[in-house]
């Protein structure tokens, strides 16, 4: 069963915590797994934090730009107020890319 994502930031935000609610999965346990403080994961409420909206949105068996269209490319890549800004050099050893999706992977696979 599909169900409709609110477009209205309020009532969206309250879906998104009753849909991980009835996945027996809540904000705090994705900010857990994501080793992130309780309130970073809140901060999606109001502010772009693509590595924690992708996370959800595993959570939520979607894609993050189908939960928040206005964040999120087409193409699924974040958008970003800053382009070069963000995952690209957070980690030793990742390569310089334009993609934040492959510098996410290469974190990912060197944690």
């Known amino acids: 069963m599909k169900t409709k994502v609110p477009t209205d930031p309020e009532l969206r935000w309250e879906w998104i915590k009753y849909?991980?609610?009835v996945r027996g999965s809540s904000l705090a346990q994705v900010a857990q797994e994501l080793s992130v403080?309780?309130?970073?994961?809140?901060?999606v409420k109001r502010?772009?934090?693509p590595r924690i909206e992708r996370a959800i949105a595993r959570k939520l068996d979607m894609a993050p730009r189908n939960i928040w269209p206005d964040r999120w490319?087409?193409?699924g890549s974040p958008k970003r107020d800053r382009p070069n800004a963000g995952e690209i050099k957070h980690a030793n050893n990742v390569q310089d890319t334009k993609s934040n999706a492959i510098a996410h992977c290469q974190?990912?696979?060197?944690?």
């Open 19 to 21: 849909q991980l609610r």
């Open 47 to 49: 502010v772009r934090y």
């Open 73 to 75: 490319n087409p193409d």
């Open 37 to 43: 403080g309780r309130n970073a994961a809140n901060n």
């Open 107 to 111: 974190m990912a696979r060197s944690a």
